[in-house]
């Protein structure tokens, strides 16, 4: 069975850091990609980050590409989300997802939708980014 332990979320000021976590077993992160996906309140979902486990690859929206980096330590089972720069924009839960295969996408679909609609999603953690 799937299970994630989703962690280091707070109130950061704009412009400011934040590292948030997402604790898996072994098998999951070994065989399954891993995904971030946040929900702003009135908004619908959308999708962060991805890293495969295929091969390591990465995915990342536009909306925070170049501010986040996805990351994977198999010693410590964990998946992280550093994010930078933050906007009062990423305000949003943050929860980690994955829909059981080893590849976030392809070419054409960088993302699958089940991730969204689908997957297996931790409890999330809010990060607020206001002064």
């Known amino acids: 069975q799937v299970q994630f332990v989703e962690s280091g979320g707070g109130l950061v000021q704009p412009g400011g850091s934040l590292r948030v976590s997402c604790a898996a077993s072994?098998?999951?992160?070994?065989?399954?990609?891993i995904a971030w996906i946040r929900q702003a309140p009135g908004k619908g979902r959308e999708g962060v980050s991805c890293i495969s486990a295929s091969d390591g690859s990465t995915y990342y929206a536009n909306s925070v590409k170049g501010r986040f980096t996805i990351s994977r330590d198999n010693a410590k089972n964990t998946v992280y989300l550093q994010m930078n720069n933050l906007r009062p924009q990423d305000t949003a839960v943050y929860y980690c997802a994955t829909d059981q295969s080893p590849t976030c996408g392809n070419e054409y679909v960088p993302l699958k939708q089940q991730f969204l609609t689908d997957g297996y999603w931790g409890q999330g953690t809010q990060v607020t980014v206001s002064s």
């Open positions: 072994a098998s999951t992160l070994d065989n399954f990609a």
